[in-house]
């Protein structure tokens, strides 16, 4: 159970990991997580899931090596076990009343909005795709999206590959080609999600955010992925993890982003 089947880099510092999950993979849908335990004595964290396969029940995670986890993460083989693996958690994503989606993705972010481009597909549903890193080496999946999108449209901040510039310039460019935009699902470092809701809001553009980026415990009890949309305390992993944009506190869940760096730091250190 939870034994890796497949791992792989896709960029630098980032890999996927297929894991073999029955039951996980028998209920998941786009948008959901899982709260992993890399090893015994491990912290619990959260994971969203960026694929599944439910005949080969099998979900796919995409691990980014920033902290102490995803460093032991990255440590193990193919057959190895994680020690631990909870889910699907939170609430899956439903954007299936709009007919004009553009998917919005940033960095890894890429790899959360993929299962939506996914789905949509199978179920004869339509959507475009703004994918955005700092260089191309950083992205990836670009010719998975090819296959189950409309368009894809790329941004790179060095001008690698796409257009330079942000995920910001594409729909900016896209809305002033008059494309008709029904909705737009964000994903991607906090600042990006923030300027993306605050472009669409100038057009009166619906707009979701995933705030799984400041989860940690991932089932309410911490209350350190606390956050305020539309004057009201929410949790990302009990009440999300996808919120309104416009109505989201971005620059109070920012600062929360920040609270655990210091100690994020002291543990990696440590192992």
């Known amino acids: 159970m939870n034994r890796l089947l497949k791992i792989y880099e896709v960029a630098p510092k980032v890999k996927k990991y297929v894991v073999h999950t029955?039951?996980?993979?028998?209920?998941?849908?786009?948008?959901?997580?899982?709260i992993v335990i890399v090893n015994e004595g491990g912290?619990?964290?959260p994971f969203t899931i960026c694929d599944y396969d439910r005949e080969a029940e099998t979900i796919t995670l995409l691990v980014q090596e920033v902290g102490y986890s995803t460093h032991k993460m990255a440590d193990l083989k193919e057959g190895d076990c994680l020690?631990?693996?909870v889910g699907p958690l939170g609430n899956p994503t439903d954007l299936d009343e709009y007919e004009n989606l553009v998917l919005v993705g940033g960095g890894i972010g890429c790899a959360v909005i993929y299962p939506q481009a996914k789905l949509r597909k199978q179920k004869g549903l339509k959507s475009n795709v703004i994918m955005g890193a700092r260089t191309k080496d950083l992205l990836f999946d670009i010719e998975e999206f090819k296959a189950n999108c409309e368009n894809v449209y790329i941004s790179t901040d060095d001008g690698s590959l796409g257009t330079k510039g942000f995920v910001t310039t594409v729909l900016q460019d896209r809305i002033d080609a008059g494309d008709k935009i029904d909705c737009v699902l964000v994903v991607g470092?906090?600042?990006m999600m923030?300027?993306?809701s605050e472009l669409t809001r100038k057009y009166n553009i619906p707009t979701v955010v995933s705030m799984n980026?400041?989860?940690v415990d991932g089932t309410g009890m911490c209350g350190g992925c606390r956050l305020t949309v539309g004057g009201e305390t929410k949790y990302a992993c009990v009440d999300g993890p996808e919120f309104d944009g416009h109505a989201v506190n971005f620059e109070e869940a920012m600062t929360?982003?920040?609270?655990?760096r210091e100690?994020?730091?002291k543990c990696n250190l440590r192992g």
Not at 25 to 33: A, E, R, W, Y
Not at 256 to 260: A, G
């Open 22 to 34: 029955p039951t996980v993979s028998k209920h998941c849908l786009p948008g959901q997580f899982v």
């Open 43 to 45: 912290e619990r964290v």
């Open 83 to 85: 020690y631990a693996l």
């Open 189 to 191: 470092p906090m600042i």
């Open 194 to 196: 923030k300027n993306v």
């Open 213 to 215: 980026t400041i989860m």
């Open 256 to 260: 929360r982003s920040r609270f655990y």
């Open 263 to 265: 100690h994020e730091q």
